[in-house]
C-alpha cells in the first residue's frame, strides 16, 4: 500500500484543484498571480517571488514580447493577466489594445513599495527570521 498523504483537508484531485484555481476569488487570485523578482531584488530582500501590482516594473522573459520591460497598467484579476506599458497592439480599427500577459512570464525589476509591502517582504525574508530566533 501507499503512504497515507500529508494532509488529508487538502485535496490531490486534478478536477478539484482545477476547479479551486478557476473559481478563486479575487484575495486568493492576488497570491496565484504573484511574479518571480529579478536577480538582483531577490539578493537584496532575500525573496523569490511576489504578488503582482499596479505601478511594478516588470521584463517579459517569455513568448513574442520577451526582453521587453515596461510598468504594470492593470492587473486583470478575473482573467489572471496584466497589462503592461507599450506592450500594446493596433486593431484594424485604428484604435491600441493592451495584450494581456501571464505574471508567471514576467520578472519584477523595480517594486512599488508601500508600508504593506515592506511588511509582506520582512514576513516573507527567511534570513531575518531566523537571524532573530537565536
Known sequence: ???????????????????????????????????????DLRTKYAVRSVPI????????????????????????????RIHIERVTRDKANGQTVPIPIHPSKVVITKLKLDKDRKALLDRKNRTVNKAGKD
Do not use: W
Open 1 to 39: 500500500r501507499t503512504a497515507m498523504k500529508q494532509k488529508t483537508s487538502v485535496t490531490c484531485s486534478r478536477r478539484k484543484n482545477r476547479k479551486a484555481h478557476f473559481t478563486a476569488p479575487s484575495h486568493i487570485r492576488r497570491k496565484l498571480m504573484s511574479a518571480p523578482l529579478s536577480k
Open 53 to 80: 501590482r499596479r505601478d511594478d516594473e516588470v521584463m517579459i522573459v517569455r513568448g513574442h514580447y520577451h526582453d521587453r520591460e515596461g510598468k504594470v497598467t492593470q492587473v486583470y484579476r478575473k482573467k489572471f
